[in-house]
C-alpha cells in the first residue's frame, strides 16, 4: 500500500509559475514508477510527466520545457515545477504510484490537487 498526499495546486494567471508536491508514505525507492496526471472537464486523465525506470523521465509533449518533475528521496516526495502556465493546463492534478510485484501491478493515487490557469 502507498498513500499519497499532494500539494501546491491553485490559481494563478497565465504565465505564472506553481509547485505541487506529492508526499509518499513510504519509500521511493520502493515504487517502480513515479508521477503526475492530470485531467481536465470532459477529458480523459493524462501523464503529464513521471519518473520511469531508474531515473528516466517521460513528459507530455504539451509540457517539455515549462515544467520539470523532481524528487526528495530523503522526504519521499516528488515535486512538479510548473512554468510558463497556460489555461488549457488547467485540471485536477494527481500524484501516481505503480507498485510492480511479479506479474501484477499497483496503481495508487493521491485526492487530487485543483490546478487553475486564468487568462
Known amino acids: 500500500q502507498v498513500q499519497l498526499v499532494e500539494s501546491g495546486g491553485g490559481l494563478v494567471q497565465a504565465g505564472g509559475s506553481l509547485r505541487l508536491s506529492c508526499a509518499a508514505s513510504?519509500?521511493?525507492?520502493?515504487?517502480?514508477?513515479m508521477g503526475w496526471y492530470r485531467q481536465a472537464p470532459g477529458k480523459q486523465r493524462e501523464l503529464v510527466a513521471r519518473?520511469?525506470?531508474?531515473?528516466?523521465?517521460n513528459y507530455a509533449d504539451s509540457v517539455k520545457g515549462r515544467f520539470t518533475i523532481s524528487r526528495d528521496n530523503a522526504k519521499n516526495t516528488v515535486y512538479l515545477q510548473m512554468n510558463s502556465l497556460k489555461p488549457e493546463d488547467t485540471a485536477v492534478y494527481y500524484c501516481?504510484?505503480?507498485?510492480?510485484?511479479?506479474?501484477?501491478?499497483?496503481?495508487?493515487w493521491g485526492q487530487g490537487t485543483q490546478v487553475t490557469v486564468s487568462s
Open positions: 519518473f520511469a525506470s531508474g531515473s528516466s523521465t
Open positions: 501516481n504510484a505503480r507498485v510492480v510485484g511479479g506479474l501484477d501491478e499497483y496503481d495508487y
Open positions: 513510504r519509500s521511493i525507492f520502493s515504487i517502480n514508477a
